[in-house]
């Protein structure tokens, strides 16, 4: 029966070197094949790819047995939602088209069997990072994805593809745990419950998973990624639960 939901996020597919991004592919499909007997809905938080741009003509090749896999899952009825993220939020209507999937800009708020979920990527949440949030309102600005599209995808694709290498996905030394203090976003989740109650809160982008109590009655999931830790969380109807995939 179809009755659970699935999260997962920062899947940076496309990341340098090549050959490493095809052999997680893989993995990422062979998870999706073996959930696809009890999945009814999946949302893919933020950064499934490293880059993506939708010309009007032309979207980034390769990914095709990952874009396959979710072809196949829209085609049994299983709901699919993207979240933009900070390396593929020019996300347009490409893959609404494709696979009937939702496109989400920023949060998403669910009620689930009486339970609130209250759904973002990550980026730009909570106190700081001034020079990022900036960024991130620039990019996503019409103007500037009207000046990118007027570059030739060999061109575009290219710089984004050169960016990348300098991003935090090809860097493999692992993430640590600076307190719940210092994450920034735990204390935007626990500013969040002071007006509204949340029963969980689900993030992606930190390339840590974990699984924390906010309050008695609330907790923070971090969805961790696919490049070192293979993380994913699951909704039953009863309980959230983060988990790893091993093959």
Avoid at 31 to 42: F, G, H, N, P, V
Avoid at 111 to 117: A, I, Q
Wanted: glycine share 8%; proline share 3%; charged share 25%.
């Amino acid at each position: 029966m179809r009755d659970k939901i699935y999260f997962a996020s920062d899947f940076h597919l496309g990341v340098s070197p090549k050959s490493a991004s095809k052999t997680r592919e893989l993995r990422i499909v062979a998870w999706l094949d073996s959930i696809k007997a009890d999945a009814k809905e999946l949302l893919l938080v933020g950064d499934v790819f490293d880059f993506w741009f939708e010309y009007s003509t032309v979207v980034p090749k390769g990914f095709i047995r990952f874009l396959g896999k979710l072809a196949e899952l829209a085609d049994l009825g299983v709901k699919i939602t993207f979240f933009k993220g900070n390396h593929d939020m020019w996300m347009f209507g490409y893959l609404k088209e494709e696979l009937w999937a939702t496109i989400v800009s920023d949060e998403l708020i669910m009620e689930l069997n009486g339970r609130r979920f209250f759904i973002h990527h990550g980026d730009g949440l909570g106190p700081g990072d001034t020079k990022y949030k900036f960024l991130k309102s620039f990019f996503r600005s019409n103007i500037c994805q009207w000046l990118f599209a007027r570059l030739h995808p060999n061109l575009g694709i290219g710089i984004a593809q050169r960016w990348s290498q300098h991003s935090r996905a090809s860097n493999e030394e692992p993430e640590v745990f600076f307190g719940e203090d210092k994450e920034w976003l735990v204390q935007y989740a626990k500013d969040k419950l002071r007006s509204t109650h949340f029963d969980y809160f689900i993030f992606g982008h930190r390339h840590l998973p974990y699984d924390l109590p906010l309050a008695p009655d609330s907790r923070i999931i971090n969805l961790g990624e696919w490049i070192q830790h293979f993380t994913y969380a699951v909704w039953d109807g009863q309980e959230l639960a983060l988990k790893r995939w091993t093959l």
